[in-house]
């Protein structure tokens, strides 16, 4: 006898979904360009390497950062978090209610002078209220 063995190997995607990766949440993106805007339309514009959750968690907690000396003293804010949450909101309220107020404008950019680039483009268009205009530079170089 001869035996000849043949084989196909077969494709998931024949028999499932194609998209089989779970899609990663945005706020735990690296490398991300983002916006805050406040329930009194101050913004700030920033961007960070690290996963968003992470930079926001350090705007709620170092008192440098524009966006929680903002906060601190912004009347609407407050007013908005306690309607939402009650009177005396938990750590994880203030922490959720904040973290609906940033969005990305670019994710996975993980190019440095790319990502500073279009976050400097952003702060020129967008003019946020809250970044130092100190913070980026003014000449913007597309090359």
Do not use: M
């Amino acid at each position: 006898f001869k035996l000849n063995i043949a084989w196909r190997n077969l494709r998931l995607s024949n028999y499932f979904s194609p998209r089989l990766k779970l899609t990663v949440p945005t706020r735990e993106i690296n490398a991300t360009v983002y916006h805050f805007e406040c329930v009194c339309k101050a913004s700030y514009i920033g961007q960070s390497h690290r996963p968003l959750y992470k930079r926001i968690y350090e705007h709620n907690r170092l008192e440098e950062s524009a966006v929680i000396q903002h906060i601190d003293i912004c009347c609407d804010y407050d007013k908005a978090l306690k309607d939402k949450y009650g009177v005396d909101p938990t750590s994880s309220n203030r922490r959720e209610f904040i973290e609906s107020r940033f969005v990305p404008l670019v994710t996975k950019s993980t190019n440095y002078s790319k990502r500073t680039r279009i976050e400097n483009l952003a702060i020129t268009f967008l003019q946020p209220s809250l970044n130092d205009k100190t913070d980026f530079h003014k000449s913007i170089s597309i090359a």
